[in-house]
């Protein structure tokens, strides 16, 4: 996940940038609304993960060996 947010920060500010210079409004484009898109989505994907480990911690193994 880190290492596509690495690839994907520069990539979509640079796509951002020039899509915004051709508007007839000027909009300042700021590093830090990437960079707080990258911290959300990891810390969306650590609370996945998170979940779905927990649920799989609870599951009984002698239920899953019987199926």
Known sequence: MLVAIIIA??????????WLESLSVKVSLQPWYFLAAGGASLIIAWITVGLQ???AARVNA??????
């Open 9 to 18: 920060l520069p990539i979509g500010y640079f796509f951002a940038k020039s």
């Open 53 to 55: 480990a927990l649920k």
């Open 62 to 67: 002698v239920e899953c060996l019987k199926e």
